[in-house]
């Protein structure tokens, strides 16, 4: 995985609650086990019309809004424990998703893959998706370090949660094996200590 320390980044607004990985990747994409691709079929449902023709009315279909920051409505990630969702966002392009509330599975899902989920208040939840509707052009700065969700321009301002052992992957770039094979040489001393 990449290093992920800050993020200055525009923002998707999807401002839908109770969004389920099925909606963020439908069960019959499920098929493959490489992670690349997944990100064609990202809320395939929404994207395209039941004809195959594009969704114009729905907002990844918008030219207006980029950014590698998805801002979700309440309790995103729900449903089944389809890790296919976490790849599904990060091979679209999306690096981080903030939301006022994630299901525990998508969240760990999430932190695993190297997606950042930022759980922030209602209140600045609804303030950001405020925002970004009335300029799409404004940047947010994600800070895994200092654990700080701002507005570029404004004052505005919050902290959020990170797990200490996945903020430190994330810092470095790692998965669960490149954390035990950053420690591999204190683990062989300590084996050699044992025997």
Sequence with gaps: ??????????????????????????ARFLKATDKIGFGNN????????????????FVLNHKKF??????????????????????????????VVVSSYFADIFKGNA????????QISPEFLKLLLE???INPETEITVDIEKQLISING??????????????YCLM???????FLINKKERIEAFEKKLA
């Excluded at 404004?154 to 903020?167: C, G, L, Q, V």
């Design 1 to 26: 995985m990449e290093k992920f320390i800050t993020l200055n980044s525009k923002a998707v607004p999807l401002p839908i609650e109770n969004i389920d990985t099925d909606q963020i990747i439908p």
């Design 172 to 178: 470095n770039g790692y998965d669960d094996i490149d």
């Design 66 to 95: 980029k950014g590698a920051i998805l801002i979700a409505g309440n309790n995103f990630g729900c449903g089944s424990s389809r890790e296919h969702a976490a790849w599904a966002l990060k091979d679209y392009g999306f690096k």
């Design 111 to 118: 932190l695993n893959n190297g997606l950042l989920p930022v």
């Design 42 to 57: 990202l809320f395939k449902d929404w994207r395209f019309k039941k004809d195959g023709t594009i969704n114009d009315s």
């Design 154 to 167: 404004s004052t505005a301002i919050e902290s959020f949660e990170i797990d200490s052992y996945k903020k």
């Design 131 to 133: 925002i970004i509707h």
